[in-house]
Every structure is written in C-alpha cells, then in structure tokens.
C-alpha cells in the first residue's frame, strides 16, 4: 500500500530563511506526487506535482521541490520564507488510481 | 471561474441523526472525490466518482454512510446515525478527467460537529 510520512508535525523558521518540510513516501511503482497548502478556514490549494517528467519540480510562490527515488522522498523547499507561507502543507501520492493518501501535514510557522 | 463549493458550511447535529452534505463539483470536472479531515491529520479517502458511477468506495467506514451523484455533477454525502467519532471536516474535490496525475481541486469542507 501506498503511505506517506511527513516529518515534522511544526516546522518554525525566521522570515527570510529557508523553508524545508520533508516528504518520504512509500510505492511499489513510480508515483504521481503531489504538495498541497491549507490557509485556515480554506480549501487544500495545489503547490505542485510530480508526474515523472522533470525531477525538479518548480510550484507556486516560490516553492519547489525535488523527487528522488533512491530516497523515496519528496521534499517541498523555498529559498526565503515570508510571513503569508504561514499555513499547514500536505504531500500526497497517487499511484495505480485516483485518490489521493495524504501525510499528517506539518504546519508551518514564519517569525518576524 | 467558481471553484468547487460545499453546502452547509457547518453542520452541527445530535447523535443517531442523519445528515446530508453538499458538494458542487467545477464545471465540466467528471471526477469527483470526498474525503474526510479528523483534527489533527491529513485528509482520508472516501469515495471516488467517475460520473455518475462510484468507481471507488473502499474509503467509506462503514454502511452508515453513502454518497450519489445522479446526474453526474452535484454530489450527496449520507451519514445515518450520526456518531461523536463522525466529527471531522468533510472535503469535497473535483478533477477534469480522474486520471492519477490530475490535479484535484478542493472545495473549502463542510465542518461536522456531532454532539
């Protein structure tokens, strides 16, 4: 079975600095992966996938993140955080279907 | 355009009774998907429609809850006899196709609250 992992349940950096929240997944085939933000009192909001074309990914505001296989990991970065990155990210993986099996999240905190 | 919209908003109820929860997928989205939100975690699968059909309802807990989506577009979650332990956001998504790699599109949830 698919399983993602996402260690870290708080994540508190300065603003200014790098942004790492870390993704290890569990596939027995190549899979589709995925990082999503929540803002409070809204809808999930895609950052970006992984379909296996590129293994470094380029998403929304600033964010980034790099697929590699021989860690099983999917790593979500941003070289300088602000205080609106304040939020709680999820990563995802898709494989051999349609639903998504989401990680327990890691909510993100910005200091000033 | 309208994203994916939930209806109600917040749901508060007593135990053992039943409610219904909205969803309107975006226009045009064949694939529609519920999930559900515990506090604390990440979303949980429920369901899975591929037009009308449910293609996937492994993620259902049990046979007090039920869903449908009979012309294809709005869908209805069903839970009868309401439990404390069914307390949670329940979120809504759509996609274009439903293929793996598509990108889900989340309506805002509608927060359960079972006294």
């Known amino acids: 079975a698919q399983s993602v992992t996402q260690l870290g349940s708080h994540v508190s950096v300065s603003e200014g600095a790098l942004v790492l929240l870390r993704c290890n997944y569990s596939?027995?085939?190549?899979?589709?992966l995925f990082w999503y933000v929540q803002y409070p009192n809204q809808g999930l909001q895609l950052l970006l996938k992984?379909?296996?074309?590129?293994?470094l990914v380029k998403g929304i505001n600033g964010f980034e993140a790099e697929f590699k296989k021989s860690e099983t990991s999917f790593h979500l970065t941003k070289p300088s955080a602000h205080m609106s990155d304040a939020a709680e990210y999820f990563c995802a993986v898709s494989v051999g279907g349609n639903k998504l099996v989401f990680g327990a999240g890691t909510i993100l905190r910005v200091k000033s | 355009g309208a994203g994916v919209s939930q209806t109600p908003s917040n749901k508060v109820t007593e135990k053992g009774k039943y409610v219904e929860l909205r969803c309107d997928p975006i226009s045009g989205h064949t694939a529609l998907y519920w999930y559900r939100q515990s506090l604390g975690q990440g979303p949980e699968f429920l369901i899975y429609f591929q037009g009308t059909g449910a293609a996937d309802d492994s993620g259902l807990p049990n046979d007090r809850f039920f869903a449908v989506r009979p012309e294809g577009s709005v869908s209805t979650l069903k839970i009868q006899r309401t439990e404390r332990g069914d307390s949670a956001v329940y979120l809504c998504a759509s996609s274009l196709t439903g293929t793996a790699y598509n990108e889900q599109f989340f309506g805002p949830g509608t927060r359960l609250t079972v006294l």
């Open positions: 596939s027995s085939v190549p899979p589709y």
């Open positions: 992984y379909t296996s074309a590129a293994t």
